[in-house]
């Protein structure tokens, strides 16, 4: 028995580059419907918006959680831990902001708060958009290294 809970460890971690994809898509095509709910002019958050974050953020939390497993500093050297502990950084900060927007939103179905609470919502759900593309970037340079994620 000693075996299976480092193995599933090992397992859950190395799942990391499949899980990230989830929250990066969640999450800007959720900012993305909210960007359009303030474009239109309406009351309220966007439902759409609503629900994205609810998916987005606990699929966060299940990236960060297997990025931290999967993150061995030893393994790594010179500018790619540099870059690794900036990711690492990035992926709790976006994960955090996601959860605080879809708490700051509120539970109701309704088209939930006004005023200062709903621009803290939008403020926190647009900070986590721009998190979730910064961590990605920073992930991309440590599968492909520095200054290889654009093509010559």
Request: net charge positive.
């Amino acid at each position: 028995m000693t075996g299976v809970l480092p193995a599933l460890r090992i397992t859950f971690a190395h799942f990391h580059p499949a899980l990230v994809h989830f929250p990066v898509a969640l999450l800007l095509a959720g900012a993305g419907m909210e960007a359009f709910q303030i474009v239109r002019r309406c009351a309220g958050r966007s439902p759409v918006g609503r629900v994205l974050l609810g998916l987005g953020a606990p699929a966060a939390l299940l990236a960060v959680s297997s990025g931290l497993l999967l993150f061995r500093p030893q393994e790594v050297l010179g500018r790619t831990l540099e870059v690794a502990l900036i990711h690492r950084f990035l992926g709790l900060a976006t994960a955090t902001a996601a959860v605080c927007a879809f708490f700051a939103g509120g539970i109701q179905r309704d088209p939930g708060p006004g005023g200062r609470r709903l621009m803290a919502y939008r403020v926190l759900y647009f900070t986590a958009a721009v998190l979730v593309g910064l961590t990605g970037h920073y992930g991309g340079w440590i599968v492909f290294g520095w200054g290889k994620v654009w093509p010559n």
